[in-house]
């Protein structure tokens, strides 16, 4: 089964890399058969993302501790609520669950649209595609981020860490992925309306309820995690000075105002720069909360253990985001510019 695992995540990363690169084509030489190959692609990264969850899922549950993965983050007396929570307790099931909901978020869009074969979407589905891309190479090349590595002989189930035993920490992560994925999609369709250059408000409609429902996760994720924090911690509620914390607080205030900038932009064709700033900003403060948590560079409570290789990953990929929105939103300035005045 680990082998199955990992032919599954390359499977993942090569049909990711196949989606984007077909419908990067499509959308720029206006090619529905190239678009539609996209879609296709989407479907086999779906199903090989799905496989590879199913795998390590299927691991927790019948408690196969020859898994590196799950020997350190189970063990034989655990209830079935809290082996199945274990899917996403380390740093490897964690970057396989995000890639999952990545899939979900990347299927759902492709399926609504092909049938009438947008440009704009398509650009958004392969901004999907590079993304999770990016998640499905982090486990293939880093050791250190591949759950499927098989456990050294003799070794002793780890369990679960104590602390991580209730209920709101069971779903304060998965909720916050969820927040995270729903935001990526409004930073898909801003990156895709830049690249076409489209001034209308075609990309708010199409982003605007996945902006929502990702508001609506993250800010449930953060509660749930106060009130882990509260019961188990004794912290008083939302710990403030915890740095992982403080950035999965910051990309739920620019999703507040990106919320508010959409509703201006659909009714009144208002705060179009604002808009597409809000949702790359937002989509960088997410990937911005990963690097704090993950990389070890940074003393929480909530940090991983460091790992070089990640850090260059997750940091190069930082550059990049940030470069890519800035680059496209100044050679784009003045296709959004607003003409209504705002009294």
């Known amino acids: 089964m680990l082998e199955l695992g990992r032919y599954s995540l390359w499977a993942a990363l090569f049909f990711a890399c196949a989606a984007a690169g077909f419908l990067f084509l499509g959308m720029r030489w206006d090619r529905k058969d190239l678009q539609r190959n996209g879609y296709y ?5 779906f199903l090989a993302t799905v496989i590879a969850a199913a795998v390590l899922l299927q691991a927790f549950l019948k408690k196969d501790f020859g898994f590196a993965y799950v020997a350190e983050n189970s063990d034989a007396s655990l209830s079935t609520f809290y082996r199945i929570a274990g899917f996403w307790a380390g740093q490897q099931g964690s970057f396989l669950f995000w890639l ?3 899939a979900i978020a990347t299927i759902v869009i492709a399926v609504v ?3 009438r074969m947008e440009r704009l979407t398509g650009g958004a589905v392969a901004v999907l595609g590079v993304i999770s891309a990016v998640f499905a190479a982090l486990m293939v090349f880093d050791s250190g981020s591949n759950p499927f590595l098989a456990a050294e002989a003799g070794t002793v189930p780890f369990g679960l860490n104590p602390l991580l035993l209730h209920p709101g920490m069971v779903f304060h992560p998965p909720t916050l992925f969820i927040g995270y994925v729903g935001l990526a999609v409004p930073f898909a369709f801003a990156i895709s309306t830049l690249l076409l250059g489209r001034g209308d408000k075609l990309w708010v409609r199409r982003a ?3 902006a929502v429902f990702g508001w609506l996760f993250l800010s449930l994720g953060i509660g749930l995690g106060a ?11 939302y710990w403030a000075w915890d740095p992982v914390e403080n950035t999965s607080l910051v990309p739920w205030l620019t999703a507040t105002a990106l919320l508010h900038s959409f509703t201006l932009y659909k009714a009144r064709g208002l705060f179009k720069r604002w808009s597409l700033g809000l949702a790359a900003l937002t989509f960088w403060f997410t990937i911005l909360a990963t690097w704090t948590t993950r990389t070890g560079l940074i003393q929480s409570v909530h940090a991983f253990g460091r790992d070089p290789l990640l850090v260059w990953i997750l940091s190069g990929f930082l550059v990049v985001t940030a470069g890519a929105g800035v680059g496209l939103m100044a050679w784009r300035w003045r296709r959004f510019a607003t003409h209504d005045e705002f009294d």
Do not use: P
């Open 41 to 45: 692609a989407v479907y086999g990264y």
């Open 100 to 102: 999952l909901l990545l």
């Open 227 to 237: 009130w882990w924090a509260y019961v188990v911690l004794s912290f008083g509620g």
């Open 113 to 115: 649209d092909l049938n």
């Open 208 to 210: 605007q309820k996945w």
